[in-house]
């Protein structure tokens, strides 16, 4: 009754924004109109803009306003270390902690038969390209270590075992920082699997 | 650098949202591009629907697409006793407790000399028209108890003491389910000044 239609019609829209219910989404609505009508067409601007142009990097399948993303573009990059991730979300996380050089290649999900997405909605055949041209050196399978994300990470692994391409996966185990008492069984197990020798070998 | 200018643009935008910090501006960013660009579209168009068509009633000043708000033309809704708000979000949050059958004044703000907000930007002027026009029989300030809200009301109450119009304003005290053990001591002092008998007067 106190909300116009288009009031309504606003609140439901930005409901679509991930973490926002109908109470924030009512906020939201009438801080814009009643104090910043123009963040508000910047905003629908740029979602415009957005949705319409960026589009996926041809070589990585980032997301990328160009044919290329500008990762794939950088020479100073070492293109022989290619990182497979499921989503750009992941990308930017290792980005930021700048202490990867190589590229990447963004899977936009993980295998899931019951969903419909199979080796071509990853666009694997894309990869296994890369590394049949010999371009690659080591394949980092950095992929979430979930049931589906670990199965994705096999099935690329199984796929390459003929190649000459040097395969890893990503060390899971106690995070930075965490305490054993709270960290869950699974990770725990991983961790003393994945344990390392701390005594120099005797012939180094 | 792993961000496209586009993207970038995008979570700028999105920090205009009240309550939006640049992780989360990040993550909705990203999940309309990834997950949901018909939501994106959707919301784009109904930001600028809104901003385009939702204006003030001329009656009330809520936010209206009409000259008339639904709530000064419903003819049910006794035109005799008018709320008096800051905001149009407080009026849902009255009309939400469906408790109220008048109908309301909207200031948009309060007064406020330091950031040039007289009496004119708050619209005084029409709210005293429709008292002078003798419409009113009571005018509820339910300006926020804040200091500038209560000189709002201040300032209200002294321009109207001589017109005939019966003037009220809500009652500030301990909120119903509260604790007095938590509630703050200007709301407690309020309490206790705006007290009420429970014995029924001798000639009732």
Excluded: W
């Excluded at 939201?28 to 009508?37: Q, V």
């Excluded at 990853?122 to 199965?151: K, S, Y």
């Amino acid at each position: 009754m106190s909300l116009t239609p288009l009031l309504q019609e606003l609140i439901g829209a930005l409901r679509a924004l991930p973490g926002v219910g109908p109470k924030s989404a009512q906020r939201m609505a009438l801080h814009l109109l009643e104090r910043d009508r123009s963040g508000a067409l910047t905003l629908a601007e740029a979602l415009e803009q957005a949705v319409e142009r960026v589009g996926e990097c041809a070589t990585c399948r980032n997301l990328s306003e160009q044919e290329q993303c500008a990762i794939c573009e950088d020479s100073a990059r070492d293109a022989g270390v290619v990182c497979v991730l499921e989503s750009p979300v992941d990308l930017m996380a290792v980005e930021q902690t700048g202490g990867f050089n190589g590229v990447y290649f963004v899977l936009k999900g993980h295998l899931s038969p019951i969903d419909g997405i199979g080796p071509d909605e990853l666009g694997l055949e894309r990869l296994f390209a890369r590394v049949d041209a010999g371009q690659v050196r080591e394949l980092i399978l950095a992929t979430n270590p979930t049931v589906e994300g670990e199965a994705t990470a096999h099935y690329i692994a199984e796929q390459l075992q003929d190649s000459d391409v040097n395969l890893t996966r990503i060390a899971h185990g106690v995070p930075v920082g965490g305490e054993l008492e709270f960290v869950d069984g699974g990770t725990l197990a991983h961790a003393f699997a994945g344990r390392r020798s701390l005594k120099r070998s005797v012939d180094e």
